[in-house]
Nanobody, 120 residues
Framework: QVQLVESGGGLVQAGGSLRLSCKASGRTFTSLSVGWFRQAPGKERDFVAAISWTLSGASYADSVKGRFTISKDNAKNTVYLQMNGLKPEDTAVYYC?????????????WGRGTQVTVFS
């Protein structure tokens, strides 16, 4: 079993930056692929970014490419999402995810989420 706890959400003006963190416990972190999803009010949960446990490269949703960066610190059991150039449409609850597969299609572990609100 893996426990994921997100932090770093908040209220930010459009154009600003936030860094989300997700601390994992319960399983060897180096063997986990990790990622982020988000869900805006009244919308489905969408993929944001992910990085494989092989560290072979990150993938991003088109809507965040060039603005968001995912990184994984195995020494700290933590995954980060650096968000720059935030837009009001980035407002959502952001969820950290993890899975032992190299390229998960269905993520096994989910955090409880952290709210990000971007105002113009």
């Amino acid at each position: 079993q893996v426990q994921l706890v997100e932090s770093g959400g908040g209220l930010v003006q459009a154009g600003g930056s936030l860094r989300l963190s997700c601390k994992a416990s319960g399983r060897t972190f180096t063997s986990l692929s990790v990622g982020w999803f988000r869900q805006a009010p009244g919308k489905e949960r969408d993929f944001v970014a992910a990085i494989s446990w092989t560290l072979s490269g990150a993938s991003y949703a088109d809507s965040v490419k060039g603005r968001f960066t995912i990184s994984k610190d195995n020494a700290k059991n933590t995954v980060y999402l650096q968000m720059n150039g935030l837009k009001p449409e980035d407002t959502a609850v952001y969820y950290c995810v993890a899975d032992p597969q190299r390229q998960p299609t269905n993520w096994s572990y989910w955090g409880r989420g952290t709210q990000v609100t971007v105002f113009s």
